[in-house]
C-alpha cells in the first residue's frame, strides 16, 4: 500500500513544525511523571509525549496516556478544535470506478489512530492498456490539519518550476487548491500532488501517461465534494 512522497514530507513538516524546538539539552532536573513526559513547545504549546526512558518496557497505560495528552497537544494546535478524521468508508466512496478510461482494478482504505493522531485514506488503482496505470491516493489528515497548515505556510504561498533535459517539476493550482506537479518524459510518468481545503491530500501518480492526461484524470475528481468530506 503506497501513500505518496507528498504526504510523507507533508507529515513531518507538521510534526516538525509542532515539536519545533522542544526538549532540554544537558540533564535534567527530577519532575513528577507527568511533567517528565512534556516539554513545552512553541507558542507555549507541548510537545508530543514520548515514553519515559529507563524506566522499563512501557505498559499499555503508558501508551493510552500518551495518546491522550498527544490528542490534547494536537487539539491546542488546532485552535481548540477536536477535529475527527473522516470514515474509511466515507473517504472511499470519493475514488472513481474509472478515470480516463481506466478501469479500478484495487480499492482499499483505512483509518488509523496511532498515539493521539487520526488520519484516514483510501487509495485505488487503475489500469489501461499496452501497461498504463494511474495510483490514485486521498488522505485525511485528521487532527494533523492544524500543525501541517503551519508547516505547509510557506509552501502553499511559493511560486516553483523547475525544468531539465528529464522532465520537470513545478507548483500549480487546481480547482482553487495548490498543489504541485513532476514529470518525467523518458518514463513517461508523473505525479500530481494536491492540498485541499486545508485538510486532505490528494495525489495521483501515472505512468506511461502524458501529463496532459493525468490532468485529465485530476479533473474527473470533484475536489469541491473532496473538502465537503469532512462536514466542517
Sequence with gaps: ???????????????????????????EKETSSQDSATSQGIAGQTAPV?????QGAPTAADFSKIAEQNRQILTQANQGKVITAVSA???KTLLPETLVGMKRISLSAEKNQM??????FAEGEYEGQEGTSINLTITDVGN?????????????MAQYSRE???????????????????????????????????RFVVELNGN????????????QLDLKKVAAASGS
Excluded at 144 to 156: I, N, Q, V, Y
Excluded at 208 to 219: E, I, S, V, Y
Design 1 to 27: 500500500m503506497r501513500q505518496g512522497t507528498f504526504l510523507v514530507w507533508v507529515a513531518a513538516s507538521a510534526i516538525a513544525t509542532l515539536v519545533c524546538g522542544c526538549g532540554k539539552e544537558g540533564s
Design 50 to 54: 514520548q515514553p519515559p526512558a529507563g
Design 89 to 91: 468508508d466515507k473517504i
Design 115 to 120: 498515539a493521539g493522531v487520526d488520519m484516514s
Design 144 to 156: 494533523l490539519s492544524g500543525p501541517m497548515k503551519l508547516g505547509m505556510a510557506g509552501w502553499t
Design 164 to 198: 531539465t533535459d528529464r522532465g520537470y517539476e513545478k507548483t500549480d493550482t487546481y480547482s482553487g487548491y495548490k498543489g504541485m506537479e513532476e514529470y518525467d518524459k523518458e518514463n513517461k510518468s508523473g505525479t500530481i500532488r494536491v492540498f485541499v481545503a486545508e
Design 208 to 219: 506511461g501517461l502524458t501529463m496532459d492526461t493525468l490532468k485529465q484524470a485530476l479533473n
